[in-house]
C-alpha cells in the first residue's frame, strides 16, 4: 500500500511539473495597448484572442496577423479591422487613430 501511494505522488509530482511552462508570445502584438485619445484598451492574448474596454464597456475580439504584417481585428459584431505596428505604435489603417503599448 505504501509503494501505491509512493508512486500516486511521484506520478502526480511528475505531471505536475511536466504541464506548468511558461509560454512565449506568439507576436510581438501580444500584451495591453491604450488610445491616448479615449478611455480605450486593448488586450491582444496568445491565443488570438482578446478584449477591448471603451468607457469600461468590455467586447472581446479575435485577431490574426496577415502576410503583409498588418493584423486583422474582427469585433463580435465581425467588423473587419485592420492595424499596421508602426514602432512602438498600433496604427488603425486609414486614420490617424493609434495604440501605445501599456507599460
Known amino acids: 500500500m505504501?509503494?501505491?501511494?509512493?508512486?500516486?505522488i511521484m506520478g502526480l509530482s511528475l505531471a505536475a511539473g511536466c504541464t506548468k511552462s511558461?509560454?512565449?508570445?506568439?507576436?510581438?502584438?501580444?500584451?495591453?495597448?491604450?488610445?491616448g485619445e479615449k478611455d480605450f484598451t486593448a488586450t491582444?492574448?496568445?491565443?488570438?484572442?482578446?478584449?477591448a474596454v471603451l468607457n469600461g464597456k468590455k467586447a472581446p475580439f479575435t485577431w490574426s496577423t496577415q502576410p503583409d504584417g498588418s493584423l486583422k481585428v474582427v469585433d463580435e459584431s465581425k467588423n473587419?479591422?485592420?492595424?499596421?505596428?508602426?514602432?512602438?505604435?498600433?496604427?488603425?489603417?486609414?486614420?490617424k487613430i493609434y495604440l501605445v503599448r501599456v507599460k
Not at 2 to 8: D, E, F, G, P, S
Not at 80 to 95: A, Y
Request: proline share 4%; net charge positive; aromatic share 12%.
Open 2 to 8: 505504501k509503494k501505491l501511494v509512493c508512486l500516486l
Open 22 to 35: 511558461e509560454t512565449k508570445p506568439v507576436s510581438p502584438v501580444v500584451g495591453t495597448w491604450k488610445s
Open 44 to 51: 491582444f492574448n496568445n491565443d488570438y484572442t482578446g478584449n
Open 80 to 95: 473587419n479591422l485592420l492595424f499596421k505596428q508602426e514602432g512602438d505604435k498600433l496604427v488603425f489603417v486609414g486614420s
